[in-house]
């Protein structure tokens, strides 16, 4: 049943590999915010304290993870916010069509709305029924289980609702601007007309 779940090219390894870029953060309660700034509905930024942000509505998802460096963990329980919590509490404004994600140190992803707003897709909370390890992004990571793994970006402080597509750290950098596993879009070389943007 696994084999049939993974993308091509990816295995499943012994134990749960972690791997990120640069220093894990520290995480400040009394300082930390979420802020959804860009091409809101209100034209205004929006921004939530660590309490607020707990105070928001939880679900559970059960999803594999695919690491572009070919390992895959299977069956991974999440939980944590639903990116249609967030749209309903702070709202986009008509015509995005793409958000960036903010992190810690001003790493960011990029993710078509499609993406974004797919039924799999989790601001994380908890891992396997427990708060997230810091090194696994703690306190706040968004899991995009239908793409290559570092667009789930670890740390996250926020969103910026885009009306037009811009490459995050990985993408300028020479990864895929998608990230499909299953059509293995790892880098920018193998973009196909209107994958990227303009």
């Known amino acids: 049943m696994e084999e049939s779940r993974l993308p091509p090219g990816q295995y499943v390894p012994r134990g749960r590999p972690v791997i990120h870029y640069g220093r894990v953060p520290r995480f400040k309660p009394e300082s930390w915010d979420f802020r959804v700034s860009g091409a809101t509905a209100s034209g205004a930024e929006h921004r939530y304290t660590w309490s607020e942000f707990e105070r928001l509505p939880r679900v559970t998802r059960i999803a594999d993870f695919h690491c572009v460096t070919k390992f895959s963990l299977m069956a991974n329980e999440w939980r944590g916010v639903a990116p249609a919590t967030i ?111 303009p």
Do not use: C
């Open 87 to 197: 749209m309903e509490v702070a709202p986009p404004g008509p015509g995005v069509s793409h958000v960036m994600i903010w992190a810690e140190y001003g790493y960011g992803a990029n993710l078509r709305m499609s993406d974004f707003t797919a039924a799999d897709t989790l601001f994380a909370t908890e891992l396997d029924e427990k708060p997230l390890s810091p090194d696994r992004g703690f306190p706040l990571r968004i899991v995009v289980p239908h793409l290559y793994a570092w667009k789930s970006v670890k740390w996250v402080r926020g969103i910026e609702y885009l009306l037009e597509d811009r490459r995050g750290f990985w993408e300028e950098r020479g990864y895929h601007n998608i990230a499909d596993p299953w059509r293995e879009q790892r880098y920018s070389y193998q973009e196909e007309p209107g994958e990227g943007p």
